[in-house]
């Protein structure tokens, strides 16, 4: 485990966080971002993906150690693209420039860094070279100097090959001055799309939410040695320092209101954030050229592909209804390996839940019972937010939408196939409002 004052940790606990890439200063975010010599090369990495969207083993790899924001010269032809998206989706050029690219092979990337960095640029180009022209010009094929590179670059990592949490937020930032705060007004991304200060507001925002869960992420081994041991008051004070991280999470995700303008979001930025599975728009999913004859589907990127909530679902022992939990758990097949057996770890330790409910202990019981309010609060803000920048937005798209009579261009024309889903694929507000109710049903009562 990395370094850490904190001596009340019990030693050679089950879930020590560096086995699975999880850092102690900054938690599932990747550290600056993830970066390293995790392993020499790309046929070197584990956690690798079989056939098309299944799963082969985890093996953890050492935390990375340096900072990386640039692929080596080979790569030059993706970073280019990736540097100009912006400008070459709003002025229809992405697709022409990705056809002129070379198909270039991944192998000489080197350690997890490069590889999660290749990961993050893919992801970026792809989502520019499907979406840019709106949800009326989809495209059925991705083509095979793109696809076959980004292929392998997922199964290497056990990710995807479509845009996920874990690039678009996890390893999406950098650090303006490195020796300062991570702070707002010191942080930026690394790769871009049409959206400008707002998208950038809304993955830094989303990052600061990340970092708020910290101090409830190192809670967790504490919480867990603490209820195997029938220790009452570690567990009390690992259970209030995962309550002060929800709550401070909450507080991360209000600052949404002042760096994410709504109309931007749902007309400009939301489509890229869109997959190819349960989206009306690419009912047939996606042809990844040199990969595989069948189109393929993938969920979009989506706020349940965080790991933070859960770890915190398993750990409270939260149990949600059965159309939900099958959608979060086919979430965390878009998380990193490490991460997502971080989680299963969990659940399958002894839930503090036992501990609190068998001690009688009014105290604990009270902490316990905080955890689960704030989570539940958390999630209730989560459906705050959601009815502003995709409810009100779709009523005010729609509106424009009947003046123009589809007149304008398809960049920056809102779109209308998920106006009731997440880019997850969910039925949003049944699914948010459902979570958000089992969670509360999980209070223990006196």
Not at 122 to 137: A, C, D, N, P, R
Not at 139 to 168: C, K, M, T, Y
């Amino acid at each position: 485990m990395e370094g850490s004052a904190d001596t009340e940790e019990p030693p050679l606990l089950p879930l020590a966080l560096s086995r699975f890439h999880i850092s102690e200063e900054f938690g599932f975010l990747l550290p600056n971002p993830l970066v390293g010599a995790g392993c020499a090369s790309l046929s070197a990495c584990t956690g690798k993906r079989g056939a098309a969207g299944s799963l082969g083993t985890f093996t953890a790899l050492p935390l990375p150690l340096s900072t990386k924001t640039e692929l080596p010269a080979p790569y030059s032809p993706w970073m280019d693209i990736a540097h100009e998206l912006p400008q070459l989706i709003t002025s229809h050029q992405l697709r022409s420039r990705v056809h002129q690219m070379p198909q270039l092979s991944p192998q000489q990337l080197r350690g997890r860094e490069e590889l999660h960095l290749a990961h993050l640029v893919l992801s970026f180009i792809t989502m520019g070279y499907v979406w840019q022209e709106g949800e009326e010009g989809t495209v059925q094929v991705l083509p095979r100097n793109l696809a076959v590179p980004f292929w392998e670059v997922s199964q290497a990592l056990g990710l995807p090959p479509i845009l996920s949490h874990a690039d678009f937020v996890l390893a999406n930032w950098r650090r303006k001055d490195p020796s300062g705060p991570l702070e707002m007004e010191n942080l930026d991304t690394i790769i871009t799309l049409p959206g400008g200060d707002s998208l950038r507001g809304f993955i830094l925002v989303t990052v600061l939410v990340e970092k708020a869960a910290v101090p409830g992420i190192k809670a967790i081994p504490r919480a867990l040695g603490a209820t195997v041991q029938g220790d009452e008051e570690s567990l009390h004070r690992a259970l209030e320092e995962l309550a002060g991280a929800i709550e401070a999470m909450r507080e991360a995700l209000r600052r949404m209101h002042d760096y994410v303008d709504p109309e931007v979001f749902y007309s400009v930025i939301r489509i890229f954030l869109s997959g190819w599975k349960d989206n009306p728009a690419m009912a047939h999913g996606l042809v990844y050229e040199g990969v595989s004859a069948e189109a393929l589907a993938f969920s979009g990127g989506s706020a349940a592909q965080s790991t933070v909530l859960h770890a915190f679902d398993e750990l409270l022992g939260i149990c949600h209804r059965q159309d939900c939990a099958a959608f979060l758990l086919r979430m965390r097949e878009y998380m990193p390996p490490a991460h997502r057996a971080f989680v299963e770890q969990i659940r399958g330790a002894l839930s503090p839940r036992h501990l609190v409910l068998s001690s009688g202990n009014a105290r604990l019981r009270n902490a316990f019972n905080r955890c689960v309010s704030a989570l539940a609060e958390l999630r209730s803000y989560h459906i705050t937010i959601v009815t502003k920048y995709i409810t009100v937005a779709a009523s005010k798209a729609k509106a424009r939408r009947a003046e123009l009579n589809g007149a304008g261009p398809a960049v920056g024309k809102a779109p209308s196939a998920l106006e009731d889903k997440g880019t997850g694929g969910s039925h949003i507000f049944s699914f948010l409002k459902s979570i958000r109710d089992t969670t509360r049903e999980g209070m223990i009562r006196a």
